[in-house]
């Protein structure tokens, strides 16, 4: 309340200052008048307002410049003095003005090069271009009173209705081009912006093609048909306050009702469907919910994976996080997402506050899965230790007892060769032990090579059934 009595205020001194400086026109025309003050007092009024946030104060800083330069913009009605002049640069200065406020619009920064490249390009157009048209014109060629105050030191017909003709072809263009930054800006809004920003751009993309395409052109000899088309101009950027009007009434119905969409769209609650909830009603598909276990035994996932890293403490780094509590005041998770949802406190505190409960149940059930893939952990430690010692086991049966027999082997093949006494026993004999130890030697390998894991060899299970 404190900013918008002020608001209100200065948008209300601006409009009727916008009555006094286009009366001679506009007293003779209701319907344009009434938009065209609604033009300058809406944008006053909410560039005051939105001066207060930190995030959009170059924003409302140039949007309250645009309505004051909106204002200036129809003193040239009344055709006296350096009126006019005054009137063209205060026309020239709320283009500027409001093209760059739509660009800051709704984060408060540029996009890239593109952005402040059509700035400075906007600027040279509206600045030293105009500036040129006017010395190089007299007042009369413009629709002006002869008498009025006019520096014309270059004035050439010729060299002005260039300039002229080039204004007819600039303006589309840069209408143009600011319409498509403005969709990238769109494509660009995160978190719950994304439910207004787009209406307002949109809007004001086609409004301003819609202006381009009346801009009157600067060598008209009628001063009537000039205000007029100001006048038309105007009625088409009142869609701005409209837009944002509808923005700010969605933005507090998304506050409002933030709640009950959390509840609703993670009931029955578990896990998943808090995280999932909580990305839908933020418009955010990165956040990501870390549970605190019972007894302040650390975080984990929605997956029951610890999550050492995170701290109930706000992160100074490029990650929103925020840390949710119980109503006792105990730490309950920790939510992450976008840089984004920083800005936008009053949004996110409403979607957690309201899925405390369901976040208070998720945490029983989170508590649980970290239990279950602690013990799955374990049981896969206590197998990869039994296939080790099996893999040991195999080793020494292959470096140990297979080359104690290839020795015995080795000896009985030679004794075959020096028996004596009874060469064809003992052949037979000797051979018999061959035979033996050979097949011994078989039965070794085979053994080993059974104690040796396969890549077929079934996955022991994931967990184990809780005894009892």
């Known amino acids: 309340m404190r900013r918008l009595l002020p608001a209100v205020g200065a ?26 003050i609604l033009v300058a007092g809406s944008l006053t009024t909410a560039g005051v307002l939105l001066a207060g946030s930190a995030l959009l104060r170059r924003t409302g800083v140039l949007l309250a410049g645009a309505g004051l330069a909106w204002l200036t913009t129809w003193t040239m009605s009344w055709n006296t003095g350096a009126l006019p002049l005054l009137g063209i640069a205060g026309s020239c200065l709320f283009y500027l003005l409001f093209g760059t406020a739509l660009l800051l619009y709704p984060d408060g920064r540029f996009i890239g090069r593109a952005d402040r490249a059509i700035v400075v390009v906007t600027a040279i157009v509206l600045g030293p271009l105009m500036a040129w048209s006017v010395l190089a014109s007299r007042p009369e060629w413009n629709g002006y009173a002869p008498d009025v105050w006019w520096p014309a030191p270059l004035a050439d017909q010729r060299v002005f209705g260039a300039i002229s003709d080039a204004y007819l072809v600039i303006d589309p263009l840069l209408a143009v081009a600011l319409g498509g930054l403005l969709i990238r ?16 751009l949109f809007a004001m993309g086609v409004a ?58 993670a009931a029955p609650a578990t896990v998943r469907s808090v995280r999932d909830a909580l990305r839908v009603v933020l418009h955010d598909p990165t956040v990501e919910v870390h549970f605190r276990l019972p007894g302040g035994e650390g975080y984990v996932d929605v997956d029951g994976q610890p999550a050492e890293s995170t701290a109930p403490a706000r992160s100074s780094g490029p990650r929103w996080t925020c840390d949710v509590r119980t109503r006792d005041g105990e730490p309950l998770a920790v939510v992450t997402g976008d840089p984004a949802l920083g800005h936008h406190g009053a949004f996110t505190d409403a979607a957690l506050r309201a899925g405390r409960l369901a976040l208070e149940n998720a945490q029983l059930q989170v508590a649980v899965r ?47 060769g020096v028996a004596a006494a009874d ?10 032990l061959h035979e033996g130890l050979l097949a011994a030697n078989q039965e070794v390998r085979d053994l080993g090579r059974g104690l040796t894991p396969r890549d077929g060899d079934p996955a022991p299970p994931a967990c184990s059934r809780p005894a009892g």
């Open 185 to 200: 800006r769109v494509r660009r809004v995160r978190g719950p912006e994304r439910t207004v920003a787009p209406l307002v």
């Open 423 to 432: 060469p064809v026993a003992a052949r037979t004999v000797l051979r018999r």
């Open 11 to 36: 948008g209300g001194a601006v409009a009727a200052g916008t009555i006094v400086a286009g009366w001679p026109y506009l007293r003779h025309e209701c319907p344009l008048a009434t938009l065209n």
């Open 370 to 416: 970290a239990r279950l893939v602690e013990t799955r952990a374990v049981h896969l430690r206590e197998a990869d230790a039994q296939a080790a010692q099996r893999r040991r086991m195999a080793r020494d049966l292959n470096d140990g007892m297979q080359r104690r027999l290839a020795e015995l082997e080795r000896a009985a093949a030679a004794a075959e």
């Open 208 to 265: 301003m093609a819609g202006a381009a395409l009346l801009a009157p052109a600067i060598e008209d000899d009628d001063l009537s048909r000039v205000l007029g088309a100001v006048a038309s101009q105007g009625a088409v950027i009142s869609v701005f306050p409209l837009m944002l009007a509808v923005a700010t009434g969605r933005r507090a119905l998304g506050a409002a009702t933030a709640a009950d969409r959390v509840l609703r769209l």
